[in-house]
């Protein structure tokens, strides 16, 4: 009976475990981020990226990144056409710099940054391009910085506003996915672990 409670002990921890993910999310300075997989098609993932559930920091509404090992972009539409706020940034990646560059609301960005991943919110998912987040997602009210990168960078933003759907384009290939996969990895050794015991 002790074997079968540690079982299921093991199985509720693994869950919150695999809820919590990392991204990387150019021009993001790390924050509470909630993720869902809109799609995957040619070694690209597409993530609808809203501020987390215990977010008190960062932006209103729905941003649209796509990735690969070697590209990512992030699109983000205020909805309010008033406020006519919009981001479209595109990263080239290679040996773990990001070479970015975009428009957010009329500003040219141009940056170069070291890619780092943080923790967001969602589940683990392999796909073809590596592992990746989904989850839930939440709205809220804060405001959103690109921040300046860890290289040489010319040109920031700063927006608040809400947003509805984003949308993205990109024309390069692969994924720029970093996720815990040895957490999972490594998790689920041990969830197999403890079925042998049983």
Do not use: W
């Not at 539409?77 to 990263?91: H, L, M, Q």
């Not at 428009?103 to 590596?130: H, P, Q, R, Y």
């Not at 947003?163 to 050794?189: C, R, Y």
């Amino acid at each position: 009976m002790q074997r079968l409670s540690l079982f299921f002990v093991t199985v509720a921890g693994l869950q919150g475990a695999l809820g919590q993910t990392s991204l990387y999310v150019p021009g993001f300075d790390s924050q509470a981020l909630s993720v869902e997989v809109a799609g995957v098609a040619d070694g690209h993932t597409t993530f609808l990226i809203q501020p987390g559930s215990d977010a008190t920091d960062g932006f209103v509404g729905t941003a649209t990144l796509v990735e690969g090992s070697d590209y990512a972009s992030l699109t983000y539409v205020a909805p309010d056409a008033t406020s006519g706020f919009t981001v479209g940034y595109e990263c080239s990646i290679a040996a773990g710099v990001a070479v970015c560059s975009g428009v957010a609301d009329g500003v040219t960005i141009l940056e170069t940054e070291t890619v780092s991943a943080f923790s967001v919110e969602g589940g683990a998912t392999s796909t073809a391009a590596g592992t990746v987040a989904t989850g839930s997602s939440h709205s809220g009210s804060s405001s959103a910085t690109a921040k300046a990168g860890s290289g040489s960078s010319s040109g920031t933003a700063t927006s608040t506003g809400t947003s509805a759907a984003a949308s993205s384009t990109h024309s390069n290939s692969s994924s720029a996915i970093s996720a815990s996969s040895q957490t999972v990895m490594g998790a689920m050794g041990v969830l197999l672990g403890l079925m042998s015991m049983l």
